[in-house]
């Protein structure tokens, strides 16, 4: 079944305690993406790769960081969090740089206290 | 201004009727357009891409105007599954795509 993985689906953690949030897909995408939803502000990109080894920012990427060392696996880092960073995150893939159906993950709720 | 704005709702409508609603764009540059459906919180998935001539999917019509900036989706005949969330989406071209915060649409029996 082609679909994206998110892991975990829901975390609690403290301020400054590292995580990471793993992303997998089996579609054998170029393009991954990682968006955070808050209410009132619809999804905004953080990251995105367009292959192994190639990452760009999106529109809020202060405070994370990726890596793309395979094709189908896009971890996002948050090396030091903060109470901003509680959100939805949502981690996606497509074949097709803009002209693709992005594929989501079922998302990680994430809370940071 | 946000690149992409919607009526965030909700639209409330009996089963039957026909909802409307659009998306506004600030980049004139932006290159391909599409509608994605969330519901609940899941995750967003994609109901159709807007084509400039105007496109139908069954009881869905998507349009897009670029004079205006523009995209507008129709249901026709709701059901109540389709109450959810609706995101609009634009992509400049520049692999950055724009999401609107989204219209939510609750159709009643």
């Known amino acids: 079944e082609a679909q994206v993985t998110q892991n975990p689906r829901y975390l609690i953690t403290v301020t400054g305690k590292k995580l990471t949030v793993t992303c997998s897909q089996n579609m054998n995408h170029e393009y991954m993406s990682w968006y955070r939803q808050d209410p009132g502000l619809g999804l905004r990109q953080i990251y995105y790769?367009?292959?192994?080894?190639?990452?760009d920012k999106g529109d809020v990427p202060e405070g994370y960081k990726v890596s793309r060392k395979e094709k189908r696996n896009f971890p996002l880092i948050l090396e030091s969090p903060s109470p901003n960073q509680t959100s939805l995150y949502f981690c996606?893939?497509?074949?097709?740089?803009?002209?693709?159906?992005?594929?989501f993950g079922e998302g990680s709720r994430l809370t940071v206290l | 201004r946000k690149e992409v704005e919607q009526d965030p709702g909700p639209f409330n409508v009996p089963e039957g009727a026909t909802v409307a609603f659009n998306c506004t764009y600030s980049?004139?540059?932006?290159?391909?357009f599409f509608w994605y459906r969330q519901d609940c919180r899941k995750e967003p998935k994609l109901l159709m891409s807007?084509?400039?001539s105007g496109n139908e999917d069954g009881r869905f019509t998507a349009q897009l105007n670029r004079a205006s900036q523009y995209i507008s989706l129709l249901i026709r005949d709701s059901k109540l599954s389709d109450s959810a969330t609706y995101l609009c989406?634009?992509?400049?071209?520049?692999?950055?795509?724009?999401f609107g915060a989204g219209t939510t649409v609750t159709v009643r029996a």
């Open positions: 980049n004139s540059a932006s290159q391909s």
């Open positions: 790769s367009m292959n192994v080894e190639v990452t």
């Open positions: 996606a893939s497509s074949s097709l740089i803009n002209g693709g159906e992005l594929f």
């Open positions: 807007v084509y400039s």
């Open positions: 989406v634009v992509a400049p071209g520049d692999y950055k795509l724009s």
